[in-house]
């Protein structure tokens, strides 16, 4: 299994473009999750899908960050305008079914707005 | 509001001497808990957790002390090896029928110095 595959592992943007990560959760995990990591904040759920469908956005910063999950086997998070505060890792993970215990992080996406 | 707590933001040790590292929790609902590794570049990798009816998990080296009257837990590294150089992060999860979702601390980073 190549475990949470993440895209790209580093961006480099300018303030107010469009930035879309994008991750490939382990085949047969049904729930998937993505984090931000700072040093301010540690890790920080942004949004988890279960069954493809979002459960809970309530760490989504603002209007600016959308997620989606077409399907079982992609996910998105899109940014759009970014902005210099939004520079940080964001890691997607995956969980199997029966409990969110054994998550599976990807190798995270390090995204710079300057 | 950062519901996991880790005060320590780095910890350097002797090799071969005893790394404790410590978390603490304000959430009473907080039924589960896990610690995580990380290296840089990678993604957390799962390490160690404690059901909240129990004290005490040992795996190996390894061994995770959960006080529940005082919303404490930490993770005891003995002995520890160069290896174990990396970010720790604490985690915490309210029961929620197969929605599970972590709640992170912001992360300890150990040094182990040879």
């Known amino acids: 299994d190549a475990g949470v595959i993440q895209s790209p592992r580093h961006e480099v943007t300018e303030m107010g473009q469009e930035v879309t990560l994008r991750c490939k959760p382990i085949?047969?995990?049904?729930?998937l999750f993505w984090y931000r990591q700072t040093m301010m904040r540690g890790l920080e759920l942004l949004i988890y899908?279960?069954?493809?469908?979002?459960?809970?956005d309530s760490g989504m910063p603002e209007d600016r960050f959308s997620a989606k999950m077409p399907n079982a086997s992609f996910s998105t998070l899109k940014i759009q305008p970014s902005e210099p505060r939004d520079s940080a890792v964001y890691f997607c993970?995956?969980?199997?079914?029966?409990?969110?215990?054994?998550?599976?992080f990807g190798s995270g996406t390090r995204l710079t707005v300057v | 509001d950062q519901q996991v707590k880790q005060n320590s933001p780095s910890l350097s040790v002797q090799e071969g001497r005893i790394s404790i590292l410590n978390c603490d929790y304000t959430?009473?609902?907080?039924?589960?808990f896990l610690w995580y590794k990380k290296y840089p570049a990678e993604g957390p990798t799962f390490l160690i957790s404690?059901?909240?009816?129990?004290d005490k998990n040992e795996d190996g080296r390894f061994t995770v002390f959960l006080n529940k009257s005082a919303k404490h837990l930490s993770l005891h590294i003995v002995p520890s090896q160069p290896g174990d150089s990396a970010v720790y992060f604490c985690?915490?999860?309210?029961?929620?029928?197969?929605?599970?979702?972590?709640?992170f601390g912001t992360g300890t980073r150990l040094t182990i110095i040879p």
């Open positions: 993970a995956s969980s199997p079914p029966g409990g969110n215990y054994g998550y599976t």
């Open positions: 085949s047969g995990h049904n729930s």
């Open positions: 899908f279960n069954n493809n469908v979002p459960i809970d």
């Open positions: 959430n009473s609902m907080f039924d589960y």
């Open positions: 404690i059901s909240s009816i129990k």
């Open positions: 985690a915490a999860s309210v029961p929620n029928f197969g929605n599970e979702k972590l709640t």
